[in-house]
């Protein structure tokens, strides 16, 4: 990806320690990827959805973002990708749905200025649950929206979580697979091979925090 080496130079260093998950972010990103929350696992390990059910680094791999199954561990070799990777909410939870209206709200301000700074192409926000009430979108679904931060397209997905039958996993790939596709016909310049946005049809999903 074009902007994979500027992302992998000029990372966040300003990023506070005292974060449960510190964000793994960086200018020219094209996909900066919004989980919901950390949850329980990732905040004792400190790294992003790294309990063993989460399907991100799978569903990352199989749609064509990375070119191998990450580790969480290994997260920040994302920015070699033009990935990056944060959290609406900070604070870690057993389940997403122990986190209030407000949280969500502040969680969304907080995105808005963190895009604002460092201006990905794409931001996409997994849970549409979290994304309707975040963002004041009740109609929202799965897919492409029409809001954008500063300069950034917004796309949600489906929270990766292991627990969201809705989804499985080759349902999920399909989805990231998707965005994957816009992503590269805009960086190549071939709006035309986008075509028309069909809706997802999502389900209530699973509430649990990665």
Known sequence: MR???AASRVEDRAVPHSKAVPDVIGYGLQVLFVGVNP????????HHFAHA???LWMAL???GFTPHVVQPAGERALLRSGIGLTNLVDRPTRAADELTVDELRNGAATLRHKV???RPEWVAILGVVAYRIAFAEPDATVGRQTLKLCSSRV????GPTGRNAHFPLPRLIREFNRLHRHVRSIELGDTAAIGTEEPVTDG????RST
């Not at 949850?39 to 400190?46: L, Q």
């Not at 796309?155 to 489906?158: E, F, G, M, S």
């Not at 209530?204 to 509430?207: E, I």
């Open 61 to 63: 791999y199989e749609s």
């Open 204 to 207: 209530p999903g699973s509430t």
């Open 39 to 46: 949850g329980i696992r990732s905040g004792e390990t400190h």
């Open 3 to 5: 902007h994979a080496l």
């Open 155 to 158: 796309w949600v997905l489906p």
């Open 53 to 55: 059910s989460s399907r």
């Open 116 to 118: 604002c700074r460092y």
